[in-house]
């Protein structure tokens, strides 16, 4: 559906350009809007898209990579507004101001003639004339057919750990509501439990204790890793009923829901 947009995006000609910022919703400046945009747009199931550029050489666009078609994308944000808007609904309803499939041209190096130091004269004045040189072209997305160009520009670290926090907090948004329709989770206690996973994940690389491990299942299941591990061990039907029975009181859910969760995210 997106890839037939095109033709009509290439009809609307050139937006106004100022330097790569743009506009910004009230309270938010272009790159602040850029972050929350995508980090909304990827609540809805439809989208899984990745911010490559918030600022580019064209006023209110920013640069997108969106793998379900292994396209790299300008959205125009200009007119979004977080706080009136629903990010997926802007998309669609604002698709045909926006350019799809963007050609990547990798950073590369350039001649240009600059004007600056040539040489010094027998009394050690410079002398000031123009001059060839290579200069480094980050990388750019281009649009095939109007010619515009959208610059990438390296992020520091400060904005990679910002783009990895919000990423992290709208995946916990995807997987609450994941949980909630799947298992009949209330929406918060599946953004608990979505947090619960994520920090479990990561810790889980570092090694945790026994006692770190029961604690998480305990908050997450009402009852500990190591009552689960005996309850299986001992093949005791009524220990895992009482089991299946806790996790179901604590979050909430039937017992059919408790036993769905425990065996396709815990893998009890």
């Not at 010094?120 to 160009?149: E, F, H, M, N, Q």
């Not at 299942?217 to 895992?240: H, P, R, Y």
């Amino acid at each position: 559906m997106k890839k037939l947009l095109l033709a009509s995006a290439l009809c609307l000609g050139l937006i106004g350009c100022n330097g790569g910022n743009g506009n910004g919703a009230p309270g938010y400046s272009h790159n602040e809007l850029a972050e929350v945009f995508v980090q909304n747009l990827n609540l809805d199931a439809d989208f899984d898209v990745t911010l490559v550029k918030k600022s580019t050489l064209e006023s209110n666009f920013v640069v997108i990579y969106d793998p379900l078609y292994d396209s790299y994308d300008a959205i125009n944000i200009d007119n979004y507004n977080p706080s009136t808007n629903d990010a997926a609904d802007y998309y669609n309803a604002n698709s045909g101001r926006f350019f799809y499939d963007l050609d990547v041209i990798p950073g590369h190096y350039q001649a240009d003639y600059r004007y600056g130091i040539i040489g010094y004269d027998y009394d050690g004045y410079a002398i000031y004339g123009y001059y060839w040189t290579d200069v480094w072209v980050p990388t750019r997305y281009r649009d095939r057919s109007s010619g515009l160009v959208f610059e990438k520009i390296a992020a520091t670290p400060k904005d990679l750990a910002k783009v990895a926090a919000i990423a992290e907090v709208a995946q916990v948004e995807k997987s609450a509501k994941f949980l909630s329709s799947e298992f009949g989770l209330s929406l918060e206690r599946g953004k608990e439990l979505a947090r619960l996973t994520a920090h479990w994940k990561k810790a889980s690389k570092k090694g945790m204790t026994a006692s770190e491990q029961d604690a998480f299942a305990t908050e997450a299941l009402g009852f500990s890793i190591t009552q689960g591990i005996e309850a299986v061990q001992s093949n005791d039907a009524s220990s895992l009923n009482t089991l299946v029975e806790q996790a179901a009181e604590a979050n909430g859910i039937t017992p059919e829901h408790a036993t769905q969760l425990m065996t396709k995210v815990f893998g009890l």
